[in-house]
C-alpha cells in the first residue's frame, strides 16, 4: 500500500522549487532534473556558520554523457519503502537511471549511474560561498535574527574548496569571533562567558567528493537564481556501463583543521568499507520505519483528486521529511528543515543565496518546534525524539547560568526565541533596550515574560517514558531546573514588589506572564498554571527510582502553590479564560485551549468536556485566532474535543498539496517553506482523530468521520499498539499489543 503514496513525476523540473525531498539519518537532499541535469542541493543538522546562518553544504550537479533526458522518456520517482530517488531516462535505445540515497548510519551520499550502453559522467560540487560577502539588505537578517537592528552588519566568510587528487575537498572553519560572542556581550554576560557553552567557536563542516575511476576536470562557474556559482568538475576517466559518484559530510567542533580532516577520512572509510552493508542496512532501517506506524486512508479508491486518500499521502510523504533527520544531533528545524532552496522562489523580494531562510538558522522557536516533534510519540518515532529533547539539555547550563546571574536565584529559563547555546535572540533581547529595563527579559511585545514553552519539552520527556518506558533519567534535571525557575522567580518577582512571596491563598503568584505570544502582562496566565499542573503531576507519578522521596515531596508540595484555571462566560457560555486578568491582544495563539493540547487536563474522557467545548466556539478574542494554516493547532484542539466535523473539515484544509510541486512543502504559512510546524500540527490533528488517552484508557476513534475507511497502526503508553481497518463503517481486525490492554479499548465511533 505504502508504494501507491510514492511521488511520481513524468517531466523535469523548472528550479529548485520543484524539488524532492532525499534522505536519511541527519542528511537531506532536495533532488531535481532540469534541462537534462540532475542536480541536488545537500544539507546535514548541526551546521552553523559563524553568523548562526545554517548553511547548505553545497549543491551537486550530474551531467550524463550522452543525455538520456534530452527529449527523451522521463521519471523521477521518490521510493518511500526503501528511502531514495530513482530517475530513469530513455532516448532511443539508450535506457539510463540515477539512485541517489544517503546512508542512515553513515553521513554519506550516494549517487549510482548505470545504463544499457557505454557512457560518461561528469560530478560537479557546486558552492556560492566561494567569496566573502556583507549583508546589505535587512531582509537578509532573516537568514540569522539576531543581526536585525544590530549596530553591526554580518560577514558571510567564503568556504575553502580544492582538488585533492581526483577529489572535491570542501570545508568551512568558524572564525574566534561568532554571533556566540556578540550575544554574550549584549546581553551583558561578559563576566561569566567563560563558563558558557559556545558550540560555535571552531566549528567545522564540509565533505569530499569522490567517484570511482573519475579524475579532476577543472572548473566552471555560473549563475543559479540570481545567485553567482563556482563549480569544480571531476569526470569519469572512461566510457562505462555503471559509475558511482560518493559525497562525505563531516562536522566537528576542532580546533584545529587537521582534526576535521582526519575526522573525514576515517568516515570515508567506514563508509566506503560498509557501502554493500549500508545500503541493505537503510534499506531495512526504512521498511521497519514504515511498518511501525502508519494511517493509510481510503486505500481502495487511489486518486490524487480524492480528498481522503491524498491526506493518507501527505501523512506519509510528510512522516518521510522528519525520518530523514532522525537521529540529527540538532532536531529538524520547523521552518525548512532539511530541505530548504532558493528563498527567490517563495518570495521575488529576496533574491539572496540558497542558505537563506527566514526566522533564522540556528535560531529555535520553541512554540513551533514542538509541534515537529509531537507526532513521534503515536508514530512510535520514540528514536526521533532526542534530537529535539538533547537541544535542551546540551543548553541547561547556559540558561540556568543566565538565571544566577541576572535575578540571583536557581532555575533554568529558556526563552521562547532563543539560539542553540540557550541564550536569548539578541534581536528579540533587544538591541535598543531602555536602560533600567529588566536584564534577563526579552525587550519585545510578543516574547517579553514567555517561558512557558520549555513546559512543554518537559512534558515531552515525561510522556517518552510513559509511551516507551524509556529511561529518562538524563532528562530530569531538565525537568527540575525549570520547574525551580517557576517557584523561584515567582516568588522573587512577588518579593520584589511586596512583602508576601505567595498570594492570600499560599498560591504563586504568577505576574507578570504571557499566554503564548497573544495575551501580554497576564496574571495567572492560563497556559502557565496547565503546563505547571500537567508537568508536576506527571513528575510525581513516575516510577521509583526517578524521585527520593524527599524531591517527590517537594514537587508535590509545590503543586499544591499552583495557582486555579480561571473561566469567564462568552455568549452566555462558561468558558476557559486567557488568564486571570491581562494587559493587551498581541497574536492569534489560542492559549485559552492549552488545557486541552498539550496539556491534557480537559478532553475526551476527563471532566468538565462541555466547558472547554464552550471555549472553542465561543471563548477566543479576535478572529484571526482560529485558522488552520502553519502552526495553528485548531484541527488537534476539535478532535481532543470529539468534535469530527470540525476536526474533518480543519484536516482537509491542513493536508491540502501544498502549493509547490511536491506534496508537502507546505508554506510559507507565517514561516518558511517547506513548513514543518504546518505537517507536524496536521499529523497530531489526524493521530487525535483516530486514538487518543486518558491514564490507561485509550479511545478509539473519538473524532473519526465513519465514511474514511482507514487502516492504521498506532502507539499508546504503556509500550501499547494499536492496529486495526474501519471498513464501510465498520471496525475490522482490531489487534492490540499486549492483549492485557485490550480491555482498555474503547470504541467511540459514531
Not at 136 to 143: F, G, I, L, V
Not at 188 to 206: D, H, M, R, S, V
Not at 316 to 328: H, I, K, V
Request: a neutral charge.
Amino acid at each position: 500500500m505504502l508504494d501507491a503514496y510514492n511521488v511520481k513525476w513524468t517531466t523535469q523540473s523548472n528550479n529548485a522549487s520543484e524539488s524532492m525531498p532525499c534522505g536519511g539519518g541527519d542528511i537531506g537532499l532536495n533532488v531535481w532534473v532540469e534541462k537534462g541535469d540532475v542536480l541536488f542541493y545537500m544539507s546535514r543538522s548541526g551546521a552553523f556558520d559563524e553568523n548562526n546562518v545554517f548553511p547548505k553544504f553545497g549543491r551537486t550537479r550530474i551531467k550524463i554523457l550522452p543525455n538520456p533526458f534530452e527529449g527523451g522518456e522521463f521519471l523521477q520517482e521518490l521510493k518511500l519503502r526503501d528511502g531514495y530517488v530513482l530517475i530513469t531516462g530513455k532516448k532511443n535505445k539508450l535506457h539510463v537511471t540515477v539512485k541517489i540515497w544517503v546512508d542512515v548510519f553513515n553521513p554519506a551520499i550516494h549517487v549510482t549511474v548505470e545504463s544499457n550502453q557505454l557512457i560518461q559522467v561528469e560530478s560537479i560540487y557546486e558552492s556560492w560561498r566561494t567569496e566573502n560577502l556583507q549583508w546589505t539588505n535587512p531582509s537578509q537578517t532573516w537568514a540569522s535574527l539576531g543581526f536585525r537592528d544590530a549596530p553591526f552588519k554580518a560577514t558571510i566568510f567564503a568556504d575553502s574548496i580544492q582538488f585533492q587528487k581526483n577529489d572535491i575537498l570542501f570545508y568551512h572553519q568558524n572564525r574566534d569571533s561568532t554571533l556566540f560572542d556578540a550575544t554574550v556581550k549584549q546581553q551583558g554576560l561578559e563576566a561569566i562567558k567563560n563558563e558558557l557553552w559556545n558550540p560555535l567557536k571552531a566549528l567545522t563542516f564540509g565533505g569530499k567528493m569522490t567517484g570511482n575511476n573519475f579524475v579532476a576536470a577543472g572548473t566552471v562557474s555560473g549563475i543559479y537564481a540570481n545567485t553567482t556559482y563556482k563549480g569544480w568538475k571531476i569526470r569519469s576517466k572512461s566510457s562505462s556501463k555503471k559509475h558511482d559518484v560518493n559525497i562525505l559530510l563531516h562536522i566537528d567542533q576542532a580546533a584545529y583543521l587537521e582534526t576535521w580532516k582526519t575526522g573525514l577520512y576515517q568516515i570515508e572509510e567506514r563508509a566506503f568499507k560498509e557501502y554493500d552493508n549500508g545500503s541493505i542496512a537503510s534499506k531495512k532501517w526504512w521498511n521497519a520505519f514504515w511498518d511501525r506506524s502508519y494511517i493509510i486512508i481510503d486505500s481502495s479508491q487511489r486518486d490524487t483528486s480524492n480528498t481522503q486518500w491524498k491526506i493518507g499521502q501527505n501523512y506519509q510523504l510528510f512522516r518521510y521529511q522528519l525520518g530523514c533527520n532522525a537521529y540529527g544531533k540538532y532536531p529538524t528545524k520547523f521552518n525548512g528543515g532539511l530541505f530548504t532552496f532558493d528563498p527567490v522562489y517563495i518570495d521575488k523580494n529576496l533574491p539572496f543565496t540558497p542558505d537563506h531562510r527566514n526566522w533564522g538558522g540556528g535560531t529555535f522557536t520553541a512554540q513551533n518546534q514542538r509541534l515537529v516533534y509531537y507526532p513521534m510519540f503515536k508514530s512510535g518515532d520514540f528514536d526521533m525524539l532526542p534530537s529535539q529533547l538533547d537541544f535542551y539539555t546540551r543548553a541547561l547550563k547556559n540558561a540556568a547560568l543566565r538565571t544566577r546571574f541576572y535575578w540571583g536565584h536557581e532555575g533554568a529559563s529558556f526563552t521562547e526565541q532563543l539560539e542553540q547555546f540557550g541564550l536569548p535572540l539578541a534581536t528579540s533581547y533587544g538591541w535598543n533596550r531602555p536602560l533600567k529595563f529588566d536584564k534577563g527579559v526579552e525587550y519585545n511585545y510578543w516574547l517579553e515574560y514567555l517561558w512557558d514553552t520549555q513546559l512543554e519539552f518537559c512534558f515531552m520527556m515525561l510522556d517518552l517514558q510513559k509511551y516507551a518506558a524509556k529511561d529518562i533519567s538524563n532528562y530530569i534535571p531538565f525537568i527540575e531546573s525549570c520547574l525551580t525557575f517557576f517557584e523561584s522567580h515567582y516568588e522573587y518577582e512577588a518579593l520584589s514588589r511586596g512583602r508576601q512571596a505567595l498570594d492570600g491563598d499560599g498560591k504563586l503568584i504568577l505576574y507578570p506572564s504571557s499566554g503564548a505570544e497573544t495575551y501580554k502582562m497576564a496574571y495567572n496566565s492560563t497556559s502557565t498554571i496547565a503546563g505547571l499542573t500537567a508537568v508536576l503531576t506527571k513528575l510525581i507519578e513516575l516510577p521509583a527510582p526517578y524521585l527520593s522521596a524527599e524531591k517527590k515531596a517537594h514537587w508535590a508540595k509545590m503543586l499544591t502553590k499552583i495557582p486555579a484555571i480561571a473561566f469567564r462566560e462568552k455568549e452566555g457560555y462558561k468558558t476557559i479564560a486567557p488568564a486571570w486578568t491581562w494587559a493587551r491582544i498581541n497574536n492569534q495563539e489560542i492559549p485559552q485551549l492549552y488545557p486541552v493540547f498539550p496539556f491534557s487536563l480537559y478532553g475526551i474522557g476527563l471532566p468538565n468536556l462541555d466547558i472547554a467545548i464552550n471555549t472553542w466556539k465561543y471563548g477566543t478574542d479576535v478572529p484571526i485566532q482560529k485558522n488552520y494554516i502553519s502552526w495553528h493547532q485548531d484541527a488537534i484542539f476539535c478532535a481532543r474535543l470529539g468534535l469530527t466535523a470540525e476536526a474533518m473539515d480543519l484536516t482537509i484544509k491542513k493536508f491540502k498539496d501544498a502549493e509547490r510541486r511536491f506534496p508537502t512543502f507546505w508554506g510559507p504559512g507565517h514561516d518558511w517553506v517547506p513548513d514543518h510546524n504546518w505537517g507536524g500540527s496536521a499529523m497530531v490533528g489526524l493521530q487525535e482523530m483516530l486514538m487518543q488517552t486518558v491514564d490507561k484508557t485509550i479511545y478509539l476513534m473519538p473524532a473519526w468521520p465513519k465514511h474514511w475507511d482507514v487502516k492504521f497502526k498506532l502507539h499508546a503508553p504503556h509500550n501499547t499498539i494499536i492496529e486495526g481497518q474501519l471498513k464501510n463503517g465498520k471496525l475490522e481486525n482490531l489487534l492490540v499489543t499486549p492483549k492485557s490492554r485490550f480491555n482498555d479499548v474503547v470504541i467511540m465511533l459514531k
